[in-house]
């Protein structure tokens, strides 16, 4: 069974950075596209960004120029940079593969943007 462990998200103010990492364990890693994901409350959990085997990224518009994915397969990792955080960014933040597996949801990790 694949598993993914967040870590890495806080308390950060408007226009501060933070950096999230994700784990994965149980299966061939390298092979497959990974996103970052988040759900705020009261909202449908939605892709942040994602990144394929080969290293292509995309990303949803309202993270475009501030926030950055990568991966380390060696690792079975997966990052997010966010820089010039948001008090609209405040979420909880998973890794999934990309489209997500089902079922293989973390915990996640919380971001809130305050100040």
């Known amino acids: 069974q694949v598993q993914f462990v967040e870590s890495g998200g806080g308390l950060v103010q408007p226009g501060g950075s933070l950096r999230l990492s994700c784990g994965a364990s149980?299966?061939?890693?390298?092979?497959?596209?990974m996103g970052w994901y988040r759900q705020a409350p009261g909202k449908q959990r939605e892709l942040v960004a994602a990144i394929g085997s080969g290293l292509l990224t995309n990303y949803a518009d309202f993270v475009k120029g501030r926030f950055t994915i990568s991966r380390d397969s060696a690792k079975k990792m997966v990052y997010l940079q966010m820089n010039r955080l948001l008090p609209e960014d405040t979420a909880v933040y998973y890794c999934?593969?990309?489209?997500?597996?089902?079922?293989?949801w973390g915990q996640g990790t919380q971001v809130t943007v305050s100040s």
């Open positions: 999934n593969r990309a489209p997500a597996l089902v079922g293989s």
């Open positions: 149980g299966s061939i890693f390298s092979i497959y596209a």
